[in-house]
Structure formats: C-alpha cells, structure tokens
C-alpha cells in the first residue's frame, strides 16, 4: 500500500459536526494507547469522548483527517495561532494513526498539514511519543533547543492559552529537560525503548519525563535550519513533483488569472493561423478546463481535450454539455503517452506551459513527440512556453551550481502565486538554475483542502531550444515569438518585461 492511496481531508475546527466527532472518538479509544500505573485504569485502552475530542480543537483550530476507502484511519488537531509581534504558531494538539495504517506516511503527510509552512514562526506538539519529536525536528528541519524553546515561552504559553491539557499547567525547561506536567498518565511501558534508539539517532536536548508528564517539543523559524541531505532534498522534490498534478487541481483556473482571460482572442489566432475553417480535427493538449478546446468548438471544429487533471476534465465536459457544443470531447489523459486511436489530426493547440511541466526535459519532449505523433503529415501545432530569455535577464535569485540547491531552497520564500496571482515571473519568489528550470515554494491554505507547502518546478526555454524540441519529434518550426498575453500577434523582444511566453507554430513533415 503506498501512501497515496489515502484521502485527506482538512476542515476547520468549527465545522466538526456530531458524527465526525464520535469517528475521531473511536479511532482514539482503539488505537492511542493504555493508561500506565498511576492512570484511573491500569492496563486498559484510554478512551476519549467525542466532547473531549473537541477540547483539542479550540478556536483557531483545524482537524486533517486521512480516510482509506472511506474509514477514518487517521487524524491530526492543532490551532494555528498568529500571535502579535512573533508570527504563526503551528500546534499539534492530538495525532492518531490506527495500529495497522503505521509506518504508511500516514502521520507524516497529517504533520506536514500543520508544520510545512516555511514562513511560519513556529512549530512544536506537546507528547510522550519522541518518534513525534523527531517528526517535528525532521519536517521543519530544526531541532528541539532547549535554550531557544526557554526563550519563548511566553509565546508558547499564548498558543497554548486554549488548550485544556497546557493552560496554566506547569512547565519546567531547564538546562536538562523541556517538560510540561499534563497529568496523563498513559502508560511508559514501551517508552525507554523508543527512546533509546532515538538517542542513538541524532542529539536528544528534552530530557526524560515520568509519568504524567510530556515533552514541550517546539522549533522556530529564527534557528538556522539543517541543510538538507542530497537524500532529504531527492526524497523533497519527488514528492513535490509527484503532488504537481495536485498543484495544477489548486491552481486557480478561473477570471482570478490574469493569463486566463484572453481566451477569446487566442483562440482568433489559432483559427487564423491554422487556417481553421470549420470540421478540422483539432486535439487540445493540457486543455485544463477546455476553454479553448469549447471555443474551438463553437468554430466548428471537432475538438478533442485532453488533460491529465480528472477535475479539469469533468468540468470541461459539463461545460461543453451547458453550452450545448456537441462537436467537443474530453478525456484524461497524460500528454507524455496518450495514444489516441483515431490520430491523423489536422491540427493540435498545446497552450500556456503544458510543454514545461516537467523539469526533466526529457519528459517535455515526449509531449512534443507525443503531439507530432497525433498530427497528420502537414498538420500544424500552434504552443506556447514560458520565455527563459525573459526569466534570466529578471532572475534576482539565481543558482549558479546545482550543488547549492538546498541552502538556496531553504531561503527561498514561499508564495500563494499559483493560488493568487498566477505571476510565475515574480522575480522575489523564484530561483532560477543555470538549466533553465525554476524553482518556486508554492503555499496553498484556503481552498478547503489540507493545506501544503511545495517546491513547484517549471522549466522555460529560448526560441532556439524551441527549434531543437519540434526538429527532435520530427516538426519543422515555422515561426516562435516572445508575446504578451491577449497579444498574441505582436512579435516582442525576447526580454520585453511584457514577453511572458514563446508562442510558436510548427509543421509535421511531409
Ligand atoms: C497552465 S495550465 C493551461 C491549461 C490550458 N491549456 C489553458 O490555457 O487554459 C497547464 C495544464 O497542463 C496540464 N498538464 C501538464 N502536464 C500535463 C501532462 N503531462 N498531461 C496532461 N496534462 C498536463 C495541467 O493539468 C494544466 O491543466
């Protein structure tokens, strides 16, 4: 089973309804733990009550859950606090992963919800479990200090104002320990264990505690992070690039984009420039939400969608059906390997940085190759990329060795620009390296899904590494010019601040 075979689901913490509550409640008195000696029932599961759940989410508090085939089978609660004159403080109040959904990533992908923002001040969890401290220390690449977290404890005392188990309990970080009392006498019986083999792992600064007591875990954005290991920062941008797809579903496609808007305008050009007049077959490849694919539609073309986002697909379609055009179809798919039977098209659109995506280059080539595969000989593909000749001459953060990606990535700031803005030309928010690939750390938090932080990876390119891409999949270029959105006639220079994409046309030979 791999990790993503599991849902997760983020809400806020005043909309736990009864139910969810009683589903949290269960989990918790199976799979948590059992009281230790000095606990009400020695030996026995602890059990919480669907009204105790709640208390771990005070206002400002969330709950992500993860569901395998609809059964709950994990859930983190925390608050995110903004307190005045320090920052966001992300706090995991609770974490429970059912006994046999462990060591799945599961707790992983629940804590990166809360503490994968780079941005944020701080981060910490109150526990008896020091695997969880490691979690922490690992996902906001920090470890737990006790002289930083003695520093802060007024703030952490704020954060924790509305937690039952932390309000006004006592707390003892000294020189040897960082310990809260919470009386929770859960039992410790496999706890020398644990933490043995932690110790032996990495330098351990919280101390031991007794029963009834907790670890006060916290990190802070004002340490100096650990450098990733080339291990570390692999493992951070396959996962990355693996929830790009992800990315694109949270991107706002709609009038919020400023690129999105011009629709009716490119889609004039393509008629004119693939001399389309009506009963061609035309693929559109990367279509997103068809928005070209449906006009081409209304042309009187027999257009096919094709985009590797399900979402994107069914809301083409039910858009395709509310307009009434029946000369359109969508489907899934993936622009590297589709294969459509029915090939020979007279004409394919490939628009706004579907030829891109990947990093590898490699990967954009097969949608190249993949789209001069589906021409017929003599059909002409009108694409856009985004213009490397533009990023280089703005870039302010530039990587000039690969081997400094991860102290260049760690300050890097975030941005909501794929959620917000859509201005991937930002020059304080990308890093460029001397491939021509960007780097961006990508946030998104309001759009009801759990929230993330990614390094979303776009690569650009020159009019020449144009040619060199369509003469590899055997398409003579005709034409490529640095244009501006919604002026798609007008040839600009390639670093024309305005020359934010490489339209180009090219032919199938003969
Ligand atoms: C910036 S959007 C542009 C969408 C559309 N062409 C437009 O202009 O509205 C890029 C699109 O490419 C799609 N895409 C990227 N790589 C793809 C791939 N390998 N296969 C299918 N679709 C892909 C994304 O899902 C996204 O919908």
């Known amino acids: 089973m791999r990790g993503d075979d599991y849902d997760y689901d983020w809400r806020s913490g005043d909309h736990l309804d009864d139910a969810l509550l009683a589903e949290c409640s269960e989990l918790f008195s199976m799979h948590y733990g059992v009281w230790g000696a000095s606990g009400p029932r020695p030996g026995k599961q602890i059990s919480l009550s669907p009204s105790k759940v709640r208390e771990f989410v005070p206002s400002p508090g969330w709950a992500v859950l993860a569901r395998r085939g609809g059964e709950l089978v994990g859930y983190a609660l925390g608050i995110r606090k903004t307190i005045d004159g320090f920052g966001t403080m992300d ?83 000294t020189g040897a320990r960082s310990v809260i009392d919470t009386a929770f006498f859960i039992s410790h019986e496999k706890l020398p264990d644990k933490l043995r083999r932690v110790k032996e792992s990495a330098p351990w600064q919280l101390g031991e505690i007794a029963e009834g007591e907790e670890w006060l875990a916290f990190t802070f954005r004002s340490q100096r992070p650990k450098a990733y290991r080339p291990d570390e920062l692999k493992a951070l941008l396959d996962r ?12 706002a496609m709609g009038e919020r984009h400023a690129w999105a808007r011009h629709a009716a305008h490119e889609v004039e050009v393509a008629v004119d420039t693939l001399a389309l007049t009506g009963g061609e077959r035309v693929l559109d490849v990367g279509c997103g939400r068809g928005r070209h694919t449906h ?53 394919a659109l490939c628009l706004y940085d579907v030829i891109g995506t990947f990093p590898d280059q490699a990967e954009n080539q097969r949608i190249v190759d993949c789209l001069a595969r589906h021409l017929r000989p003599g059909g002409r593909l ?54 021509g690939v960007v780097y ?10 759990p929230p993330g932080e990614y390094v979303v990876r776009d690569r650009r390119y020159t009019r020449q590494q144009v040619r060199e891409m369509c003469e590899r999949a055997g398409l003579r270029l005709v034409w490529a010019r640095p244009v501006a959105l919604g002026r798609w006639t007008e040839a600009l220079e390639g670093t024309d601040p305005r020359a934010k994409e490489i339209l180009f046309l090219a032919e199938r030979s003969g």
């Open 240 to 251: 990355s690039d693996r929830t790009a797809r992800n990315a694109y579903a949270r991107m």
């Open 295 to 347: 006009l081409l539609g209304q042309h009187g073309c027999n257009a096919v969608g094709v985009d590797f986002v399900e979402a994107f697909v069914t809301h083409a379609r039910a858009e395709a059906s509310a307009l009434a055009i029946e000369c359109v179809n969508f489907f899934v798919g993936d622009a590297r390997t589709l294969d459509l039977t029915d090939g020979g098209y007279d004409a």
């Open 91 to 173: 706090w995991v109040t609770q974490l429970v992963v059912h006994t046999e959904h462990r060591n799945r990533g599961v707790a992983t992908q629940l804590l990166f919800t809360f503490w994968g923002f780079s941005d944020h001040a701080a981060w910490g969890l109150v526990t008896t479990n020091p695997y969880a401290v490691r979690a922490l220390e690992h996902i906001t690449h920090r470890r737990c200090d006790l002289a930083v977290i003695g520093e802060r404890l007024a703030e952490i005392r704020a954060a924790g104002e509305g937690i039952p188990y932390a309000k006004d309990r006592p707390i003892e970080v």
């Open 382 to 435: 009108l694409a856009s990329v985004m213009n490397l000749e533009l990023t280089s001459s703005i870039a302010s953060l530039r990587l000039d060795d690969v081997a400094n990606l991860p102290e260049a990535l760690q300050a890097l700031p975030p941005s909501r620009t794929m959620q917000q803005s859509g201005n991937v030309y930002d020059p304080k928010y990308f890093l460029l390296d001397p491939e």
């Open 440 to 449: 961006r750390k990508e946030q998104f938090d309001d759009d009801g899904k």
